[in-house]
T-cell receptor, first 113, second 116 residues
């Protein structure tokens, strides 16, 4: 079945540092890929998405490119802020599985001033 | 604010009991999804309803059941509760499942269930 693997955290960074969170997936066909963010005490918010190979999703300074050849969707941000401290989830939605989301284990990011 | 509401926010109960979690989707959304977030299992899809009908099932235990009502709100019923059922339960909604393109899912704030 579908699965998502992302790097384990926690990831601790200083403000203005570069952030990368690795995500790889296994799925049949051509899934849609997502990054969700969960701030402390809140639900999940969609951060960005890509629905086909080579698409680049971007939002709030975060970017991720859908790489079918490496089955990856790594999240990057060039200069993090304290407010980016959260848990980040990589997820996919496979057409064969309807619209349900399959999530990775989540990566906690802590940005220190 | 995603527009998805969930009640209650917190629920504390004892083993063997039964609880009902409620979700109201965004206005206009026909699909409701339930997810469980626990420390050992991570975020897992439980079940999906579309316009009142069950559409997909995931790792949902037989002790758990759900339904979607004509006004499109949904309830997740958890019975014979065990310690391991303690988790955050999220509801999400989307416009409709198409099977061709993805409809963004909007998540509620979750219900934290603690089973003592």
């Amino acid at each position: 079945g579908d699965s998502v693997t992302q790097m384990e955290g926690p990831v601790t960074l200083s403000e203005e540092a570069f952030l990368t969170i690795n995500c790889t997936y296994t799925a049949t066909g051509y899934p849609s890929l997502f990054w969700y963010v969960q701030y402390p005490g809140e639900g999940l918010q969609l951060l960005l998405k890509a629905t086909k190979a080579d698409d680049k999703g971007s939002n709030k300074g975060f970017e991720a490119t859908y790489r079918k050849e490496t089955t990856s969707f790594h999240l990057e941000k060039g200069s993090v802020q304290v407010s980016d401290s959260a848990v980040y989830f990589c997820a996919l939605s496979g057409k064969a599985a309807g619209n349900k989301l399959t999530f990775g284990g989540g990566t906690r990011v802590l940005v220190k001033p | 604010d995603s527009g998805v509401t969930q009640t209650p926010k917190h629920l504390i109960t004892a083993t063997g009991q039964r609880v009902t979690l409620r979700c109201s989707p965004r206005s206009g959304d026909l699909s409701v999804y339930w997810y469980q977030q626990s420390l050992d299992q991570g975020l897992q899809f439980l079940i999906q309803y579309y316009n009142g009908e069950e559409r997909a099932k995931g790792n949902i235990l037989e002790r758990f059941s759900a339904q979607q009502f004509p006004d499109l709100h949904s309830e997740l019923n958890l019975s014979s509760l065990e310690l391991g059922d303690s988790a955050l339960y999220f509801c999400a909604s989307s416009v409709e499942p198409t099977g061709v393109s993805y409809n963004e899912q909007f998540f509620g704030p979750g219900t934290r269930l603690t089973v003592l």
